[in-house]
């Protein structure tokens, strides 16, 4: 059973359009997030939910809105994306906000065109 | 903000030991984290220290000062498998107890 797993794998489309990431736990836990990985493997947090509470919502554009339909969920749209979207999402989760360990899904490489 | 730093690349020798090292800068300073992340996939965790001192597990160790702001991560009999990106993590109250990453060291061990 996959712990952490969000779909699709890879995502390939064009300027403007919309898209979605999907993102789902097994784990039990309260706590998600997104993170942004770039083509330098830098890695960068974009957003936390804490029992589909927002907690965390770090510079992003607002072209970019998570979505929690229950803690177990946590799902990413984009809106007209643009070429610098292009990247590694990781959907992510823990048991509390301050815990030792996240547990990250598999990513999802999404190119723009 | 943040600020972590470690080093870009580095490469050692199958067998040897390799210790790379992340600096950071925090204020509400409430842990620091190491992952491994091989090529393609998603990072896994490695180790955890919020105390000063060493913390081994198995051929990983992690040491921590807090006072300088100073781990490291120290892998010892390196095997080829080992080759992968080690990313340094810390967390804060200052960010809302998420994990920031630092850039990642890209480790290449050699035969």
């Known amino acids: 059973d996959t712990a952490v797993s969000q779909t699709p794998k890879y995502l390939v489309t064009q300027m403007g359009n919309d898209k979605s990431i999907k993102c789902e736990q097994n784990?039990?836990?309260?706590?998600m997030y997104w993170y942004k990985q770039d083509s330098k493997k830098f890695l960068k947090i974009m957003f936390s939910y804490n029992n589909k509470e927002l907690i965390i919502n770090e510079t992003v554009p607002n072209r970019f809105s998570p979505k929690s339909p229950d803690k177990a969920h946590l799902n990413l749209h984009i809106n007209s994306l643009e070429l610098g979207d292009s990247a590694v999402y990781f959907c992510a989760s823990s048991l509390g906000t301050a815990v030792e360990k996240l547990f990250f899904g598999s990513g999802t490489q999404l190119s723009v065109l | 903000g943040q600020n972590i730093d470690q080093p870009t690349e580095m490469t050692a020798t199958e067998g040897a030991i390799v210790q790379i090292n992340c600096t950071y800068q925090?204020?509400?300073?409430?842990?620091l984290f190491w992952y491994q992340q091989h090529a393609g996939e998603a990072p896994t965790f490695l180790s955890y220290n919020v105390l000063d001192g060493l913390e081994e597990k198995g051929r990983f160790s992690s040491f921590l000062s807090r006072s300088k702001g100073y781990s490291y991560l120290l892998l010892k009999e390196l095997q080829m498998k080992d080759s992968a990106s080690y990313l340094c993590a810390v967390r804060s109250s200052a960010s809302g107890y998420a994990l920031n990453f630092g850039k990642g060291t890209s480790l290449l061990v050699t035969p």
């Open positions: 925090t204020s509400g300073f409430n842990g």
């Open positions: 784990l039990g836990h309260d706590t």
